[in-house]
């Protein structure tokens, strides 16, 4: 029996381990995940570890001492499939139970795969573990032209990595733009237009029907309007599905992930969720339930699940921010502008370096800002305290924007 069982060695459990051991928690601890590998950071993932420019040991959480050292039990490559919720128990796949005091399920997402025909084919993969990547590098000297399917962050990224090792990439995107769900259009714009300027393919408004194969590879990908395109691998960003059949299945309330309160539990008694698989009321999205993609979030849910397993219960408001690099730009977003009703360009697209301001009702709830921290920073208070600004000023970029802090 543990005091604390974590199921799942991403950011997330990762982080409520140190939080909980930076706090003077004194139980015992168990970490527990399916991986192999000592927790590690999956942002690189799809960046300079893909390009080979990251090494993996530059990746790891924390040094691999650190866990024994500090009295954490990390149970790697083993998976849990059951909880009894009643019985404070958990089953492992491999066989094994394990009992827990309170229990962490911080066990992330799997990417969400394509329903076509083909969608299983060797060369088809997709970018969420070290292996992951390791499989697919492997596989790249046999592959000079990549189609990646999804225009999101992960495609985007993967094809800047593949472009940048000299491939011919095509990006499909399903919407008339990428970025779309995350993203304003002039941040799409500006993606797009940088990755065509660098060889890439974008796609849009186009619909995989099917992959096709030659003797089980992956040969080409055929679109709806009848289109094929060659190529010789498939990359797969189209999203994640949350981790969480087992919790579900002990009785867990939630529909898409498990909803969690302000102090991260459950539905069921003594267990918490956190990171990509917790569903949550989030105030930077007006109460809406929501699920957050991102290590901030991630490591901001393990710092309150910690707080209230020591007796110090906070309810978790942290302004959300996520960062990507694609090529020479650093795209900083904090504040959600999902359901913003105007947007605010602030500097010159075409000089690298500029910002998109969000407005609802005449208050800031979020920025983008590219290849520009001054204005990441001083917009952070501006989103956190939900200004009301003069958009006029606001588009100009010589007016700093902490002199519109009212
Ligand atoms: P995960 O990190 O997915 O960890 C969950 C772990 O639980 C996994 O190891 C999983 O295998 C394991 N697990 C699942 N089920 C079980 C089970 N039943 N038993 C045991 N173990 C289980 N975020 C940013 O903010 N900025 C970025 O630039 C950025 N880039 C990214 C690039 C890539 C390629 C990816 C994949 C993600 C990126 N993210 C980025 C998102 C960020 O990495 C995630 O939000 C974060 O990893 C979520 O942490 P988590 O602990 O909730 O889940």
Redo the contacts with the bound molecule.
């Keep these: 029996r543990h005091d604390v069982v974590i ?9 409520a381990a140190i939080a909980l051991r930076q706090r003077k928690f004194e139980g015992t601890i168990a970490l ?4 192999r590998d000592p927790p590690y ?7 300079d570890y893909l390009t080979g420019e990251k090494p993996f040991d530059r990746m790891l959480i924390r040094p691999e001492r650190f866990w024994d050292e500090r009295g954490i039990t990390l149970l790697l490559g ?4 059951a909880v009894d919720a009643q019985e404070h128990r958990l089953t492992l ?1 491999e066989g094994g139970v394990m009992e827990y005091g309170a229990l962490i399920w ?6 969400r795969r394509l329903a076509c025909p083909g969608h299983d084919l060797s060369g088809v993969h997709s ?3 070290r292996a992951d990547v390791d499989r697919l590098v492997m596989e790249l000297p046999a592959a000079s032209r990549i189609v990646v399917v999804g225009g999101g ?2 495609g985007l ?2 094809a800047a990595a593949l472009a940048k090792l000299g491939k011919r990439v095509v990006i499909l995107e399903a919407q008339d733009r990428v970025l779309s769900r995350v993203a304003g259009e002039p941040i799409s714009r500006f993606f797009e237009a940088e990755h065509r300027a660098r060889g890439t393919e974008i796609r849009l408004s186009a619909t995989v029907a099917g992959l096709e194969q030659a003797r089980g590879a992956v040969r080409g990908v055929r679109l709806a309007d009848g289109r094929l395109i060659d190529c010789e691998m498939v990359i797969v960003g189209i999203g ?1 599905v949350p ?1 969480v ?2 919790l579900r299945a002990a009785g867990a309330v939630g529909e898409n992930g498990v909803m969690v309160d302000a102090h991260c539990r459950t539905s069921l008694p003594d267990i918490f969720a ?5 569903a949550h009321r989030n105030i930077y999205a007006d109460g809406a339930v929501i699920r ?7 490591s901001d849910q393990a710092a309150t699940v910690a707080k209230a397993l020591t007796g110090a219960a906070e309810p978790y408001d942290a302004v959300p ?5 694609q090529f020479d730009f650093k795209l900083q977003t904090v504040g959600l502008s999902v359901g913003h009703d105007q947007a605010v360009l602030r500097g010159d697209p075409s000089t690298g370096a500029f910002t998109v301001v969000y407005l609802k009702r005449g208050r800031v709830i979020a920025l983008d800002c590219v290849n520009n921290v001054k204005d990441y920073i001083q917009g952070r208070s501006l989103v956190e305290s939900r200004a009301e600004v003069d958009p006029g000023p606001l588009s100009d970029m010589r007016t700093a924007l902490k002199e519109l802090f009212p």
């Excluded at 956190?274 to 917790?278: E, T």
């Design positions: 199921v799942g060695t991403g950011h997330a459990g990762a982080q527990i995940g399916d991986e950071e999956r942002p690189p993932l799809s960046k083993r998976r849990v499939a796949a911080a066990a992330g997402a799997t990417p970018i969420r573990t962050y992960i990224e993967a994640i981790a059949a087992p956190i990171g990509d698989c917790a957050l993609e991102s290590v901030q979030n991630a921010w996520f960062w990507s690099n």
